[in-house]
């Protein structure tokens, strides 16, 4: 480039329309950059600068809040039809479960219980959340817990060890696969109420922001940071500068 002073472009246009709710709409008309700005750190420290107004910013806001809808939206969908197809493996998964493992000698799974009702308390029991699981779970419990005077005439607060479905005795086994739960989790639900009663326990996900978010404000600075350069050093244009650069 001869020139000490150029044009970099002379109109850019996002190509967006109002209906398409673009992050951004923003027309930059042609501006003259003189190539020994480029080194300049006073240019380089107003990058990060905020240059838009507040009612720019009140409409970046709303995008910003349609466009996270909508994602969201697409992402139950899909997460819905994953859902639907690993219920169904996951209910195919449980009935040979129920048919196949020998859980003690009575075999309680083939012998002592309907199975379809088994698969109907295992698809419901799954259907809720973590917390509603543990409550559940503390209830049986509570219910099956007893008091205990041991030799020296103190009260022992003592876990039950027997089981019960639908009034019937069942094995430790039999009891964890109906309702799909394993061994670790059972035995930190009990050692949890021993502790603490019926208190809900903590999860490690709770009040945590998912790692993919991207708050909004973030969003301001990429833009801000974007509309900056270009009124600093400009931007290339779409059209023609790519197509020459590659040859086309």
């Not at 850019?12 to 951004?24: I, K, N």
């Not at 600068?49 to 939206?73: A, G, M, R, V």
């Not at 009575?106 to 959340?129: E, G, P, R, S, W």
Request: aromatic share 10%.
């Amino acid at each position: 480039m001869t020139s000490e002073t150029h044009i970099l472009f002379d109109k850019v246009r996002v190509p967006f329309t109002d209906s398409e709710t673009p992050l951004f709409n923003v027309l930059i008309e042609p501006i003259l950059v003189n190539e020994s700005n480029l080194n300049d750190e006073s240019n380089l420290n107003e990058l990060n600068e905020s240059i838009l107004n507040d009612e720019q910013i009140s409409k970046f806001k709303k995008i910003y809040l349609k466009n996270k809808i909508e994602d969201i939206d697409e992402h139950e969908e899909l997460a819905q039809k994953l859902k639907t197809e690993l219920n169904k493996n996951d209910i195919e998964a449980q009935t040979k479960k129920l048919q196949t493992i020998n859980c003690c000698s009575k075999m309680c799974l083939q012998n002592l219980i309907f199975q379809d009702n088994a698969l109907i308390t295992y698809q419901k029991f799954q259907n809720l959340n973590n917390n509603q699981k543990d409550m559940f779970l503390f209830g049986i419990i509570t219910a099956t817990a007893r008091n205990e005077t041991t030799t020296k005439g103190q009260k022992r607060f003592k876990l039950s060890s027997e089981y019960i479905f639908e009034g019937i005795k069942i094995c430790n086994l039999a009891f964890l696969i109906i309702y799909g739960i394993g061994e670790k989790y059972w035995r930190n639900i009990r050692n949890h109420f021993m502790q603490h009663g019926i208190s809900p326990r903590i999860h490690k996900a709770i009040g945590k922001v998912s790692n993919f978010a991207l708050s909004f404000e973030k969003v301001l600075e990429v833009i801000s940071f974007i509309t900056n350069y270009g009124n600093i050093y400009g931007l290339p244009s779409p059209g023609n500068n790519y197509c020459n650069y590659y040859k086309f």
